[in-house]
């Protein structure tokens, strides 16, 4: 996590000015990762935007929403700008109908469905969209590996046992190894799960992706989502890395959880819009699924009185709140991804992790 500032430059001039706009997502404070930090990581960054360190630091710009447009407004010189690095916020519209000359946003995460949602940004052919790629690959195949541990062994039951001082005879506990692991959805994310999966755990696993003209690293099969019924009825562990699309809404439903194996895992990294979560809750009270791991929900923050909360899910749950795709290295290698950008960008070259502005990703 990391404070994130909305920042313009222009390659037209070597002084780069920032534009005091920004949003603080998660606040440097509450991650300890300082300013310094993330200057010491734009130091690197090619020597024409290397005045940016001389600026106000991230966290004394205000959020976006603190701005009146008459501020936005008067705001000098909005003709001189190239360049906006953001966070995923459809809140960027604001932005572009000011800075009618802006020609390339960089969003510092993977996500792009809520940028997207800015008009301005989709409809506008001379604006180009990159992305932060591959960054959380790690964790978040971490974050499944752990979710399917925690449930196969139980570890909710031993925790009650703790907290009420009781001792409890043996119980036979399935193993996670040699299981059968779909993965749906296997670019670099899912790849990288598919890797944790087989090279730890001897586990099978079905690739269901876009892609099948080959057979991708660390999967046994692959097959598309027309299929997804057949491969969940014999998968032992699901884990949704599927983007919001048009074509994944809600593609995890009753209709596929009835199909899956009884005392199956169910892991979202994904989005949450592609699960029908009412669906996802009955599985789970009905014993239909042993238990889900969930980084990602429908709606995102949940408040307090969502269902996700009902006592009868607790020991069905593991629910972390959209946290798992961070790390306290996160910064730099987003930073990495930015300053091979800037480069090519001043140089005219073609960008790295540009996005497909119609698919999402």
């Not at 993977?110 to 964790?139: F, W």
């Not at 057979?215 to 983007?243: F, G, H, R």
């Not at 009868?312 to 930015?338: V, W």
Request: glycine content about 4%; charged content about 25%; overall charge positive.
């Amino acid at each position: 996590s990391f404070f994130i500032s909305i920042f313009f430059f222009s390659s037209r001039r070597r002084h780069t000015r920032f534009l005091p706009v920004s949003w603080a997502r998660r606040c440097v404070q509450e991650t300890g990762v300082s300013t310094g930090a993330i200057k010491a990581n734009l130091k690197r960054l090619d020597s024409s935007v290397q005045n940016v360190l001389a600026t106000k630091p991230f966290v004394d710009f205000k959020p976006i929403y603190e701005y009146t447009s008459q501020e936005i407004s008067s705001i000098p010189n909005k003709d001189s700008y190239d360049v906006v690095v953001t966070g995923d916020t459809s809140d960027v519209e604001v932005i572009l109908k000011e800075f009618r000359n802006v020609k390339w946003v960089h969003n510092l995460y993977a996500g792009c469905e809520s940028i997207l949602k800015s008009p301005t940004l989709k409809d506008n052919k001379e604006i180009t969209l990159t992305r932060a790629k591959n960054v959380s690959n790690i964790p978040l195949a971490e974050f499944s590996v752990g979710s399917s541990l925690f449930f196969l062994r139980n570890f909710t039951f031993f925790e009650k046992l703790k907290r009420n001082r009781q001792w409890h005879a043996r119980v036979p506990l399935p193993f996670l190894n040699r299981k059968t692991v779909a993965v749906f959805g296997y670019g670099a994310i899912g790849q990288e799960v598919g890797r944790q999966f087989k090279q730890g755990f001897q586990t099978r696993v079905i690739a269901v992706d876009r892609n099948t003209d080959k057979l991708p690293p660390y999967a046994d099969e692959v097959t598309t989502m027309a299929n997804i019924k057949q491969v969940a009825a014999q998968s032992d562990i699901i884990v949704n890395v599927l983007p919001s699309t048009p074509a994944t809404q809600k593609v995890f439903n009753k209709e596929i959880f009835d199909a899956c194996k009884k005392g199956a895992v169910f892991v979202n990294i994904g989005r949450g819009m592609t699960v029908n979560e009412d669906d996802l809750m009955e599985a789970l009270i009905s014993d239909k699924l042993l238990g889900a791991g969930l980084d990602v929900t429908d709606n995102e923050p949940i408040n307090s009185t969502s269902k996700w909360y009902d006592e009868k899910l607790q020991d069905k749950i593991l629910l972390t709140l959209h946290s798992q795709d961070e790390q306290s290295e996160g910064f730099e290698f987003r930073a990495k991804i930015f300053e091979e950008n800037v480069m090519r960008f001043a140089k005219g070259e073609e960008l790295i992790n540009v996005v497909d502005k119609v698919s999402g990703f």
